[in-house]
């Protein structure tokens, strides 16, 4: 793979704040295996010197096959006994913070709720690992991670997350809707000026057919690039203040009534209710479910979404290609990279443990294992990537190579990783945007209310 470089570091985008926190986060502190006395380590449940850390993680597939794991690492570290906690995506968040009020701190977790690392930075709820890595000797380079990855969760050289995946935003398409509609595959080079918005239109319009009868109703692309607040950067208007990078995620202004963004929202919700080669939300669920992808279903000729929806691949009842993301007028970003660090709470009894724990997780050897053990989670090590990019099946390897370099070289940091209060501010643009969607409001009527109501959740 080659250098990766992030266009936002976290060592700008928290550089300025927090410096209270900053100082307490260092003085955290854990007992080492060597320092646990037989009999007395604090858990009840353990002796002989034995200590138990708390994975807490979602309950799906993708996430608790490191229950897997656990036999292998405890069999290589006796000393430590591995409880994996689980959550299902919607209670995250809450049973995060109920265990943590509760002194039940999980000792290691990612951001896998709606919220993201800058909210749990501001809530003061992560360790500063450096002490820990600094004894450990810990090299991201031995771990084939790369130096900018790092980067995005260290804040003033203090480092609070070690990242595990890397997803990135991309698009997947049917091959077998392209084939009867006669229209060329969609490039994998994301140095292929041909391949812009307008033209993934184009050829929506070419595969669209909506009829009185759902059965024969089909749609040509959805295009689901990140969550609603970051859509507007695709096409170059940015919603948030610039300081929102060196404020500690909290922005002092947001433009969401701006001319420009309202015209970007317009772009995308023109692909439902104007091009009408986009499926509406109610139109996927019945083909697909409540929480159902309708792509899946063979009715929708393109996706963009993040690189998750690969995992399923294999199992896709039609042939599948992957592309890039079409470019949209934002020189610099077409990309969302999604980067899950693993993350010590400040909670942790046993800080030094979970670090063993998060070591292994990384490596080269188990990151390779993941990738089929988690049904395809796209591993941080670069080693082990290139056995990623051949996990699927009928899917050129050098496409799905070529997409994830071009993704990252024009990637962008999800904003739910960036931006403090997300998990309300994500609530409130799904309820606040749901009339656009159906046609009952015009982005013009709403968009007025979300900045109202976005600036108040950012000053609460």
């Known amino acids: 793979m080659k250098t990766i470089r992030i266009k936002k570091s976290f060592t700008l985008l928290l550089a300025t704040s927090m410096l209270v926190v900053l100082a307490l986060s260092g003085c955290s502190g854990g007992k080492s295996a060597g320092d646990v006395v037989p009999g007395n380590d604090g858990d009840s449940a353990n002796s002989g010197g034995q200590v138990t850390i708390t994975h807490y993680t979602i309950d799906s597939e993708d996430r608790t096959f490191i229950e897997k794991l656990v036999p292998d690492f405890e069999a290589q570290h006796p000393n430590i006994k591995v409880k994996v906690e689980k959550a299902p995506y919607e209670q995250f968040d809450s049973k995060l913070q109920t265990l943590i009020a509760g002194g039940k701190s999980p000792d290691v977790t990612s951001h896998y709720g709606y919220g993201g690392f800058a909210e749990y930075y501001n809530k003061d709820m992560l360790l500063d690992m450096n002490d820990i890595i600094k004894e450990d000797g810990f090299k991201a380079s031995d771990y084939n991670i790369p130096d900018d990855l790092m980067k995005i969760y260290t804040v003033k050289d203090q480092v609070y997350g070690i990242p595990v995946n890397m997803y990135v935003s991309l698009m997947l398409y049917n091959k077998d809707m392209f084939d009867a509609a006669n229209v060329p ?135 599948v290609g992957v592309a890039a993301v079409p470019a949209g007028g934002n020189d610099k970003v077409r990309s969302v990279l999604f980067v899950d660090p693993l993350l010590i709470l400040k909670g942790s009894k046993h800080p030094k443990e979970a670090f063993e724990w998060i070591k292994y997780l990384v490596s080269d050897e188990i990151q390779e294992k ?76 709403v968009m007025p209310t979300i900045q109202k109501k976005v600036m108040e959740i950012i000053k609460r």
């Not at 969609?186 to 009868?213: G, I, L, Q, R």
């Not at 990623?388 to 050098?398: C, L, M, P, Q, S």
């Open 185 to 319: 595959y969609p490039p994998s080079d994301y140095e292929d000026k041909s391949w812009t918005f307008d033209k993934m239109v184009e050829d929506a319009k070419k595969m669209t057919h909506v009829s009185n009868d759902i059965a024969k109703t089909q749609y040509g692309v959805d295009f689901t690039w990140s969550e609603r607040d970051m859509r507007p950067l695709y096409f170059g208007a940015e919603p948030y203040s610039q300081d929102t990078w060196t404020n500690g995620g909290v922005p002092s202004e947001t433009h969401f009534d701006s001319p420009e963004v309202i015209a970007a929202y317009n772009k995308l919700f023109n692909l439902i209710l104007k091009d009408k080669v986009s499926p509406t939300t109610e139109w996927s669920k019945s083909v697909a479910g409540q929480n159902g992808d309708a792509f899946v279903t063979g009715k929708v000729g393109m996706t963009v979404s993040g690189s998750w929806s690969l995992a399923g691949s294999n199992d896709f009842p039609f042939k």
């Open 370 to 445: 993941s990738i089929d053990l988690s049904g395809g989670n796209p591993p941080v090590n670069t080693k082990a990537a290139e056995t990623y990019y051949k996990h699927f099946d009928g899917i050129d390897a050098a496409d799905v190579k070529k997409v994830y370099e071009g993704a990252v070289e024009y990637g962008f940091e999800s904003y739910n990783h960036l931006i403090t209060h997300y998990s309300q501010i994500n609530d409130m643009f799904i309820n606040e945007m749901q009339p656009i969607d159906t046609g009952h409001s015009t982005v013009e009527e």
